[in-house]
């Protein structure tokens, strides 16, 4: 896995206590926030295999994907959550498809997709 994602990271969307009620949901011994934060991982790594994506943007992605699984099992996912999965999703098929771009340069025509940093292009 190249995703991290944290519990930490989620508080920004989540309280502890509603990450507190979602485990209480939960079967004995089973831990939902983890298991959601493991596939929120891996579809994000799924996506961008093969792809030099920053770490940290790989990060938001995942959060912005756990936070919307998460939100669902409380049965309280809000517009803002809702649009933030829908983006992450369609930014991760615009790197799976080689499209994303890393910097809008809208005045340098000649980068190609995934450009970042100094260099025109990773591959």
Same mark, same amino acid.
């Given at each position: 896995m190249n995703c991290i994602l944290?519990?930490?990271a989620l508080l920004g969307?989540?309280?502890a206590s509603q990450l507190e009620d979602i485990r209480k949901q939960a079967p004995a011994? /089973?831990?939902p926030v983890t298991e959601s934060i493991?596939?929120?991982c891996a579809k994000v790594d799924a996506y961008c295999q093969g792809r030099a994506v920053p770490g940290p943007l790989m990060s938001g992605w995942a959060r912005d994907i756990c936070v919307f699984y998460l939100a669902k099992i409380l049965h309280k996912t809000t517009d803002d959550q809702r649009t933030a999965? /829908?983006?992450a999703l369609k930014e991760l098929q615009d790197v799976r498809g080689g499209t994303f771009?890393?910097?809008s340069d809208?005045?340098?025509s000649t980068r190609g997709p995934l450009a970042y940093g100094s260099?025109?292009?990773i591959r």
């Open positions: 944290t519990e930490s969307a989540l309280t011994g /089973e831990d493991l596939t929120a999965y /829908e983006n771009r890393f910097l809208s005045t340098n260099k025109k292009k």
